[in-house]
């Protein structure tokens, strides 16, 4: 059982940085895919970004490309989401989630974060 807790999230003017944490706990991080994906008020989870196990293969969404960059410290069982250029319609809550493999559907993750939320606004 693998357990994830986020951490970084908050208020942020348009244009601005935050960088997201995803810690992880009571599993073999290195064998675990992670993604992050974020839900906007009264939407579905949509997917943002993963990476592979080794750390070589990752994906984003057309709507971060070049904005978010998402990195992994298997030495520190944690996944970061550097995100920069932040729009208003970035405003979400962001999951972090471990699974089999690089994926854009949530089904193929099995362990999710509680989220944390990163709003903003000016």
């Known amino acids: 059982q693998v357990q994830l807790v986020e951490s970084g999230g908050g208020l942020v003017q348009p244009g601005g940085s935050l960088r997201l944490a995803c810690a992880a706990s009571g599993g073999t991080f290195g064998n675990y895919a992670l993604g992050w994906f974020r839900q906007a008020h009264g939407s579905e989870h ?3 970004s993963a990476i592979a196990a080794s750390g070589i293969m990752k994906s984003y969404a057309d709507s971060v490309k070049g904005r978010f960059t998402i990195l992994r410290d298997n030495a520190k069982n944690t996944v970061y989401l550097q995100m920069s250029s932040l729009k208003p319609e970035d405003t979400a809550v962001y ?4 699974g089999r ?4 559907s949530g089904s193929w993750y099995d362990y999710w974060g509680q989220g944390t939320q990163v709003t903003v606004s000016a």
């Open 95 to 98: 999951y972090c989630a471990a």
């Open 46 to 48: 949509d997917f943002v």
């Open 101 to 104: 493999a690089v994926a854009r």
